[in-house]
């Protein structure tokens, strides 16, 4: 298990704050602190939820620009925008899942807001040892009475190059998911396998479609008759889930007909992965040349 960053070393993103400013939680318009009790869920669990990350009126800055993308506004070139549940050339008026990678490569304004802000003071407390910068974002919508927009049970790792392919010794991850709507149980929030991500090990992943270029989506096997723990993860809008890349994690479908579920992803890995990566033409675009299914072995 990875060593839990000691209290002291949080002040790598902390500035000097008044004394009736509170311990944990916004600081300042730029630091979010956590909690030792929340660290340690992470790292134990594999992921977990913090509260009330950004204000309302942040929010609200934030969904005007992903409805943009959502709309088309902001164009997203070939399959980086795409329905994560569906096959490639799926007619958007029958998509569930919208699914944008990258937007603030495509559209560079979006880049360095508020929310990448206080994601990275973060995962800094969460690998102080660790120079953790920013690998890619995603923007993603479950449609409103969509109850097949299903995210299957996998590993992120799984759709990731191993240490061994990247040439580097540990693949430490956070990824944050921002409730831009409350995300409920109804609604297809986060669900993931408790402490599946402790050994390090990748499950046998196998593609929902023939192959990964007729759809994405990779799929594995849970068991809870077999020791896996499911639990749920419930946000409210402003609050984020901050997950493992090893954890073993899926949502089910939108059962609300009048509710959405947007969801804004950030990833934080360390500096060396980030690099490694790009040396091979690795750049979670959709759109890569690089060969998805030559990672790992067990994707079968």
């Not at 070393?9 to 500035?15: A, K, P, R, W, Y």
């Not at 008759?225 to 889930?241: F, H, M, N, Q």
């Not at 954890?247 to 509710?259: A, E, K, L, P």
Request: net charge negative; charged share 25%.
């Amino acid at each position: 298990m990875r060593k839990i960053a000691p209290l002291i070393l949080f002040l790598s993103c902390i500035l000097p704050v008044s004394c009736n400013s509170p311990k944990y939680g916004r600081v300042s318009p730029t630091e979010y602190i956590l909690t030792p009790d929340q660290i340690k869920e992470f790292h134990l669990n594999g992921c977990c939820t913090i509260p009330d990350v950004l204000t309302s009126e942040e929010v609200d800055t934030i969904e005007t620009t992903f409805d943009k993308f959502l709309n088309g506004e902001i164009h997203v070139p070939g399959k980086d925008f795409c329905d994560m549940s569906k096959a490639f050339g799926t007619p958007f008026e029958d998509w569930s899942i919208v699914n944008c990678m990258l937007p603030t490569k495509y559209h560079t304004p979006f880049a360095n807001n508020i929310y990448e802000k206080l994601c990275s003071c973060i995962a800094r407390q969460l690998f102080s040892n660790l120079e953790m910068t920013k690998d890619y974002d995603q923007l993603l919508n479950k449609r409103p009475g969509k109850t097949d927009a299903v995210f299957p049970w996998h590993q992120d790792m799984g759709y990731w190059p191993s240490a061994k392919v990247l040439g580097v010794k540990e693949t430490s991850t956070c990824t944050f998911s921002l409730a831009v709507d409350d995300s409920t149980e109804k609604n297809g929030c986060l669900r993931y396998v408790v402490g599946s991500h402790l050994d390090k090990t990748l499950r046998p992943h196998k593609p929902l479609g023939e192959t990964r270029n007729d759809a994405h989506a990779l799929t594995i096997d849970v068991d809870e008759s077999k020791g896996d723990a499911i639990k749920l993860a419930p946000v409210l809008r402003g609050s984020v889930t901050i997950h493992d890349e090893y954890v073993v994690h899926s949502s089910s479908g939108n059962y609300s007909t009048d509710q959405q579920r947007r969801t804004y992803v950030v990833a934080f890995r360390p500096r060396k992965v980030v690099e490694a990566e790009r040396r091979i033409g690795f750049t979670h675009s959709h759109n890569d040349e690089t060969n998805w299914d030559t990672f790992e072995s067990s994707i079968q």
